[in-house]
């Protein structure tokens, strides 16, 4: 089997952001959140609720702290096992957040080289395996295979992807599609 360069991102695929950054809003404004439909969900919040978000991404410790999704990071090693070389590929924001991603994945996921990149495309990859449409499209737009979970920001764009994945067997489902790439 050829050995594939496979670019793996990081919220939204290996580790959940969405629960403690959705849970943070509930805490901060002490009423439920509409939960997130559409990738650009902050847009549809008012100017202090998107600017809580935002600045809660750089919380000291947060990254740090994600809990990775059932079965990703076996997947990820799954790929590693299976002779394919896998990048963690996630875009940078602000330095908390960047030292907490390097924090996370060295924990995680040692050894596994970590690309703060936001665009992801320009590198020479085989798939990619990214929860954001417009990684996905770019990747199926120059010929190379993109997975994804399926969340219900993403759902309404499946088509971007090769394979868009119910979160819960994802990460079975991607090493097995990646062998017959
Ligand atoms: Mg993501």
């Known amino acids: 089997?050829?050995?594939k360069i496979i670019a793996v991102d990081l919220d939204g695929t290996v580790c959940d952001l969405m629960t403690p950054w959705v849970a943070a809003?509930?805490?901060q404004f002490a009423r439920p959140m509409v939960p997130p439909a559409r990738w650009e969900f902050l847009?549809?919040?008012d100017d202090d609720e998107r600017a809580f978000m935002v600045a809660h991404?750089?919380?000291p410790g947060l990254f740090e702290s994600l809990e990775?999704?059932?079965g990703a990071i076996d997947g990820v090693r799954r790929l590693l096992r299976d002779g394919h070389r896998a990048l963690i590929v996630t875009s940078p924001a602000g330095p908390n957040s960047v030292i907490g991603k390097y924090a996370w994945c060295s924990d995680h996921l040692p050894g596994v080289p970590v690309v703060m990149l936001?665009?992801?495309h320009l590198l020479k990859y085989d798939a990619i395996v990214d929860d954001h449409a417009m990684h996905a499209r770019l990747a199926t737009a120059t010929g190379r295979a993109a997975y994804g979970l399926r969340w219900d920001y993403n759902a309404h764009q499946a088509s971007c992807w090769t394979r868009l994945l119910a979160p819960e067997d994802a990460w079975d489902i991607i090493p097995r599609l990646v062998r017959e790439l």
């Open 1 to 3: 089997m050829a050995q």
């Open 25 to 27: 809003y509930e805490r």
């Open 68 to 70: 990775s999704y059932p």
């Open 118 to 120: 936001r665009e992801k």
């Open 43 to 45: 847009d549809d919040l």
């Open 57 to 59: 991404l750089e919380t």
